[in-house]
């Protein structure tokens, strides 16, 4: 089908996500036809540096071979599909092992989800009804950062402190009070709030959640991991768990493995999505075995809790296949040399007059242009980005990379180049 075809009968009946219907209407997106290692392709053979990981999934680049094989030998094999209600596989039982043996210490139970939202979901449910069934019930509330992104169903929304994400479900789900991100020199202030708040509220809160490191949908806010080691100290002072939603800093993101190993804890809950399984839609949350114990005994102390596709058998294959290549391909050490070229382009993108603050961690580079999410700069650096052969989706006026890790050292250079570039052309 060419082009127009497509076009035509996707604005005819596809509702996109994130996206305001009317502008996208009126607009001329992108239609593509191969993603393959760091580049996207139209169905008119133009190519594009896939400058956010395909929305921070393809940490290990497109159709990975070594991801194909794994995808045409589950099939072979006959096992596609199966419920893990009652039953089991081996995909699933040798990928929690694999997970258990590099997670951060402490964290020896896997329950397996279908995507980000699902995780943080079964997080807050397991640290909710761990206190309620062990004689805390009134640990019924959670403390989220300002500027926080948990994902879309109503508990993670309900956590999420970015006001055009939560207008309408506002505090439909649970309880949430919001406290102040550590900027570089508010750290203390934002350190002061959540000691305050647990010192008078411990006894209603169940669980303190942070994205570590860096706040991705907040535009990229980075802050310091003395601020985790801080959270880690409350957390046990009060009896809170902390809940560590890994979906985008995972899988090396922000240079190591998981970005709480920058400040050297262990969460009591982690949630993973987005690059777990690279492909399918699939994550996890791993827990303590404290938390697990909560949940012993008779059967009405069972977490009550599951996705129909949760742990299929190709997305866990997909999966393990996954740790196998950041192993293998040493994939977190040959970032290193790559984090470094990010963090010289947004130095130089710092230079160019109208930006405002640059920043970078690991594969991460941000530059702010302007002011807010619903800013209109991001997006003509988008378009600048496009006719120069690079996808950059910004957030709001935050023009950002988070390419896949996998990508080559000339790629990279290829990619920070057009966006210097981009950046200028809109600015200057
Ligand atoms: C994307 C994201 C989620 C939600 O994941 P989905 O797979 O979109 O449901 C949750 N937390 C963080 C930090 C994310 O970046």
Same mark, same amino acid.
């Given at each position: 089908?060419?082009?127009?075809? #497509?076009?035509?009968?996707?604005?005819?009946?596809?509702?996109?996500?994130?996206?305001?219907?009317?502008?996208?209407?009126?607009?001329?997106?992108?239609? #593509?036809?191969?993603?393959?290692?760091?580049?996207?392709?139209?169905?008119?053979?133009?190519?594009?540096?896939?400058?956010?990981?395909?929305?921070?999934?393809?940490?290990? @680049?497109?159709?990975?071979?070594?991801?194909?094989?794994?995808?045409?030998?589950?099939?072979?094999?006959?096992?596609?599909?199966?419920?893990?209600? +009652?039953?089991?596989?081996?995909?699933?039982?040798?990928?929690?092992?694999?997970?258990?043996?590099?997670?951060?210490? &402490?964290?020896?139970?896997?329950?397996?989800?279908?995507?980000?939202?699902?995780?943080?979901?079964?997080?807050?449910?397991?640290?909710?009804?761990?206190?309620?069934?062990?004689?805390?019930?009134?640990?019924?509330?959670?403390?989220?950062?300002? *500027?926080?992104?948990? +994902?879309?169903?109503?508990?993670?929304?309900?956590?999420? @402190?970015?006001?055009?994400?939560?207008?309408?479900? &506002?505090?439909?789900?649970?309880?949430?009070?919001?406290? =102040?991100?550590?900027?570089?020199?508010?750290?203390?202030?934002? !350190?002061?709030?959540? %000691?305050?708040?647990?010192?008078?509220?411990?006894?209603?809160?169940?669980?303190?959640?942070?994205?570590?490191?860096?706040?991705? %949908?907040?535009?990229?806010?980075?802050?310091?991991?003395?601020?985790?080691?801080?959270?880690?100290?409350?957390?046990?002072?009060?009896?809170?768990? /902390?809940?560590?939603?890994?979906?985008?800093?995972?899988?090396?993101?922000?240079? =190591?493995?998981?970005?709480?190993?920058?400040?050297?804890?262990?969460?009591?809950?982690?949630?993973?999505?987005?690059?777990?399984?690279?492909?399918?839609?699939?994550?996890?949350?791993?827990?303590?075995?404290?938390?697990?114990? @909560? !949940?012993?005994?008779?059967?009405?102390?069972?977490?009550?809790?599951?996705?129909?596709?949760?742990?299929?058998?190709?997305?866990?294959?997909?999966?393990?296949?996954?740790?196998? #290549?950041?192993?293998?391909?040493?994939?977190?050490?040959?970032?290193?040399?790559?984090?470094?070229?990010?963090?010289?382009?947004? %130095?130089?993108?710092?230079? #160019?007059?109208?930006?405002?603050?640059?920043?970078?961690? &690991?594969?991460? *580079?941000?530059?702010? /242009? &302007?002011?807010?999410?619903?800013?209109?700069?991001?997006?003509?650096?988008?378009?600048?980005?496009?006719?120069?052969?690079?996808?950059?989706?910004?957030?709001?006026?935050?023009?950002?990379?988070?390419?896949?890790?996998?990508?080559?050292?000339?790629? /990279?250079?290829?990619?920070?180049?057009?966006?210097?570039?981009?950046?200028?052309?809109?600015?200057?």
């Amino acid at each position: 089908m060419i082009r127009d075809e #497509i076009v035509a009968r996707d604005k005819a009946h596809v509702w996109h996500p994130y996206t305001a219907m009317d502008e996208y209407t009126a607009s001329d997106p992108l239609v #593509i036809a191969r993603a393959q290692g760091s580049w996207l392709e139209d169905v008119d053979g133009r190519r594009y540096l896939d400058g956010n990981s395909s929305w921070w999934v393809a940490t290990l @680049g497109h159709a990975h071979p070594r991801l194909v094989a794994t995808m045409q030998r589950q099939a072979e094999q006959g096992l596609l599909h199966c419920s893990l209600a +009652g039953t089991t596989h081996e995909p699933a039982a040798r990928l929690a092992e694999e997970l258990v043996a590099i997670a951060p210490p &402490g964290l020896t139970r896997v329950f397996y989800t279908d995507n980000g939202s699902g995780s943080v979901e079964v997080a807050l449910r397991m640290a909710l009804q761990m206190y309620v069934q062990n004689g805390a019930p009134k640990k019924r509330g959670a403390l989220a950062l300002e *500027g926080a992104f948990h +994902g879309d169903t109503l508990g993670a929304a309900s956590l999420g @402190g970015l006001d055009v994400f939560r207008r309408v479900v &506002g505090d439909i789900g649970l309880t949430c009070v919001r406290v =102040p991100v550590p900027a570089p020199n508010a750290h203390a202030r934002a !350190f002061d709030m959540i %000691a305050r708040l647990l010192r008078d509220k411990a006894d209603e809160t169940a669980a303190i959640i942070i994205e570590p490191m860096v706040q991705a %949908a907040a535009g990229m806010r980075i802050y310091d991991a003395a601020f985790l080691r801080e959270l880690r100290a409350l957390a046990d002072r009060h009896d809170v768990m /902390l809940i560590d939603d890994e979906v985008f800093t995972g899988y090396g993101r922000t240079g =190591p493995m998981w970005a709480v190993n920058h400040a050297g804890i262990a969460p009591d809950i982690m949630c993973l999505g987005k690059a777990f399984s690279s492909i399918l839609p699939m994550g996890a949350t791993l827990a303590s075995e404290r938390v697990f114990d @909560g !949940f012993r005994g008779s059967k009405d102390r069972a977490l009550y809790y599951g996705h129909t596709f949760c742990g299929h058998p190709l997305g866990a294959a997909l999966a393990r296949e996954v740790l196998a #290549i950041y192993r293998e391909e040493k994939l977190i050490e040959r970032s290193k040399e790559k984090s470094l070229l990010i963090e010289r382009a947004f %130095a130089r993108i710092a230079e #160019i007059p109208g930006v405002a603050r640059v920043r970078s961690l &690991g594969m991460i *580079g941000a530059a702010d /242009l &302007g002011e807010g999410y619903l800013g209109k700069i991001g997006w003509r650096v988008y378009d600048e980005a496009r006719r120069r052969g690079a996808y950059l989706r910004p957030l709001g006026d935050t023009v950002y990379v988070a390419p896949p890790l996998t990508i080559s050292n000339d790629e /990279l250079t290829q990619l920070l180049g057009i966006v210097e570039e981009s950046v200028r052309a809109v600015l200057t």
